[in-house]
């Protein structure tokens, strides 16, 4: 039987329809501890998760650290389907901002196209091949599920705001169309170092991402009122910068509704209903959306091609070893 996994490469955070965490790295030089037990061991190389972020990157295929955050999400997905033994197949669904799209798509779906794959999760090995790569737009993804809602709309802007990234998909009639998509590089990633410089030098006070996240998420936090302000007064600044931006791309959400999708949007959410440039918004709460997209989307894509007869087998890499034998889903 064939498991069919979604990811979501963000530049902040790598999501699937049940985790999130922060897309970054750190590769240890020697074996690990009992206290780093969420690793994974591949090609005889030993990472663990890090809240330091890999810097930007258009082209996530450019290495392999992508790579290993995905053996990270299907591990952990795993995990908590319950399924604890080696696999032959899984399926793998993911995506590209639409600007992207046309141009990454066979690329991006080659990187993870590599034969068996062996590797091991908090010391338990998984023996695995991708069977297929579904490769679906971003934005799109994250309001698949709300599709048929958006039939009586002529134009709807999706509005992906991200960690690097806003991108935007126009939307007729609950179609996208992928001619007319922008990106832009500015979310929330170029929000936060300006932010903490301004915080320093105006009131001496060294904060960081978290702080910034505390203060827009109303969460507890020790911070004096004052450097609260200043922080929603920048985050307001920035918030309409991106939409000043996108208006000069042409994305006028003063004439068009828009959907609001990502974990940005969830951070700027007070400022942009508050906004005048934005008429009328629509937030999508939960920021695992373009995975929960993509994995709806890859089952639908899985049925298309069981219709059609095209589903295929994948050779087994376990033949004469007593494993799995192959299925189609």
């Given at each position: 039987?064939s498991i069919l996994i ?95 799209y046309s141009t990454l ?225």
């Amino acid at each position: 039987m064939s498991i069919l996994i979604a990811v979501d490469h963000g530049n902040y955070a790598c999501k699937t329809p049940n985790f999130s965490f922060t897309s970054g790295l750190i590769e240890l030089s020697g074996k690990a501890t009992i206290y780093e037990t969420d690793i994974v061991e591949y090609m005889g190389r030993i990472w663990t998760l890090s809240n330091e972020r890999i810097r930007y990157m258009r082209d996530k295929t450019q290495d392999d650290r992508f790579f290993i955050l995905t053996l990270f999400a299907v591990a952990k997905e795993l995990e908590h389907m319950g399924i604890d033994s080696p696999l032959e197949q899984i399926d793998l669904a993911v995506g590209l901002p639409p600007e992207h799209y046309s141009t990454l798509k066979e690329k991006f779906k080659a990187y993870f196209m590599r034969g068996k794959i062996n590797f091991v999760y908090k010391d338990r090995p998984i023996s695995l091949v991708i069977r297929h790569v579904f490769v679906f737009p971003q934005a799109f993804a994250a309001v698949a599920s709300r599709a048929q809602d958006m039939l009586d709309m002529p134009r709807a802007f999706i509005v992906d705001i991200g960690g690097y990234t806003t991108d935007v998909l126009l939307m007729r009639e609950g179609v996208p169309d992928l001619q007319y998509c922008r990106s832009l590089e500015d979310g929330v990633i170029t929000m936060y170092n300006p932010i903490i410089g301004q915080v320093n030098a105006k009131h001496d006070m060294l904060i960081d991402d978290g702080h910034i996240n505390a203060v827009l998420q109303n969460k507890r936090t020790s911070l004096p009122t004052d450097v609260q302000e200043s922080i929603l007064e920048a985050v307001k600044l920035h918030g309409n910068e991106i939409i000043n931006q996108l208006r000069e791309l042409r994305v006028d959400l003063r004439a068009n509704p828009a959907v609001f999708i990502g974990g940005g949007a969830l951070l700027f959410r007070r400022h942009l209903e508050e906004s005048p440039l934005v008429m009328q918004a629509e937030f999508e709460e939960d920021s695992k959306a373009n995975a929960i997209g993509y994995k709806l989307l890859g089952a639908r894509q899985l049925k298309k091609l069981t219709d059609q007869g095209q589903l295929h087998r994948v050779q087994s890499p376990f033949a004469g070893t007593g494993g799995m034998t192959g299925e189609n889903v």
